[in-house]
């Protein structure tokens, strides 16, 4: 990631940040579309003053943003029957990296979701 280096010494609010980022995402199981917007306006707010935010808000969202066309399509397959396997499996593989993403951060590792189109780069 541009900026950002596993190298760098990062100081604890970067960390503190990168953790309430990763973490933002669970307002999407609240609010409709919280899962994108609460780390959009995190990473919006601090992308130009923290390289590690910076880095790891665009995982982040590079991560939802694939989740929501994953469900999407998950969706239209309910029709089917299978999509509703697939929605649980991708609610459950949310909640378990993003917790493992939360980890990594208050440690000031960057961790790379699974599964993820880069959109942001």
Same mark, same amino acid.
């Given at each position: 990631?541009?900026?950002?280096? /596993?190298?760098?010494? =990062?100081?604890? &609010? /970067?960390?503190?940040?990168?953790?309430? =980022?990763?973490?933002?995402?669970?307002?999407?199981?609240?609010?409709?579309?919280?899962? $994108?917007?609460?780390?959009?306006?995190?990473?919006?707010?601090?992308? &130009? /003053?923290?390289? @590690?935010?910076?880095?790891?808000?665009?995982?982040?969202?590079?991560?939802?943003?694939?989740?929501?066309?994953?469900?999407? %399509?998950?969706?239209?397959?309910?029709?089917?029957?299978?999509? @509703? =396997?697939? =929605?649980?499996? $991708?609610?459950?593989?949310? %909640?378990?990296?993003?917790? %493992?993403?939360?980890?990594?951060?208050?440690?000031?590792?960057?961790?790379?979701?699974?599964?993820?189109?880069?959109?942001?780069?």
């Amino acid at each position: 990631m541009e900026g950002y280096s /596993e190298h760098s010494s =990062l100081n604890q &609010d /970067e960390k503190n940040i990168a953790m309430i =980022l990763h973490g933002a995402s669970f307002a999407g199981y609240m609010i409709p579309m919280g899962n $994108i917007l609460g780390p959009l306006i995190v990473w919006l707010m601090k992308r &130009d /003053e923290m390289p @590690f935010v910076n880095a790891c808000g665009k995982n982040c969202l590079n991560f939802k943003i694939s989740l929501l066309i994953y469900a999407l %399509i998950s969706g239209v397959l309910a029709f089917i029957g299978i999509g @509703f =396997l697939l =929605l649980a499996a $991708i609610g459950l593989l949310d %909640i378990v990296v993003t917790i %493992i993403a939360i980890v990594k951060a208050s440690e000031g590792k960057l961790y790379q979701y699974p599964l993820t189109i880069k959109f942001l780069k």
